[in-house]
Nanobody
Framework: QVQLVESGGGMVQAGGSLRMSCAAS????????MGWYRQAPGKQRELVAV???????KYADSVKDRFTISRDNAKNTVYLQMNNLKPEDTAVYYC??????????????WGKGTLVTVSS
């Protein structure tokens, strides 16, 4: 029904920047929260940033002042601007969205993930 497609991941040197996007498509009445999670090798998946339909945002302490999440509701797309990247940011980044269907029920959807590698 709903697919999330991430783009913009890749390899960058420490101190560099990347901008990722995630577009939702399919049977969508509306989207509540959209956000980004990441999972590094051997670690649990963690929240990076999230934004609600109303525009409020939350960030992990480790990325505050470096990452910025934004959203285009008309395109059902969420973005993550990542600046001053550090090697510890290396992880697979996953897009997440809470999608409201025509039946008014909310469901959690995940993208397949995109790898971000930050080299020293």
């Amino acid at each position: 029904q709903v697919q999330l497609v991430e783009s913009g991941g890749g390899m960058v040197q420490a101190g560099g920047s990347l901008r990722m996007s995630c577009a939702a498509s399919g049977s969508i009445f509306s989207i509540n929260a959209m956000g980004w999670y990441r999972q590094a090798p051997g670690k649990q998946r963690e929240l990076v940033a999230v934004t609600t339909g109303g525009g409020s945002t939350k960030y992990a302490d480790s990325v505050k002042d470096r990452f910025t999440i934004s959203r285009d509701n008309a395109k059902n797309t969420v973005y993550l601007q990542m600046n001053n990247l550090k090697p510890e940011d290396t992880a697979v980044y996953y897009c997440n969205a809470v999608v409201i269907g025509a039946d008014s029920n909310g469901m959690d959807y995940w993208g397949k993930g995109t790898l971000v590698t930050v080299s020293s």
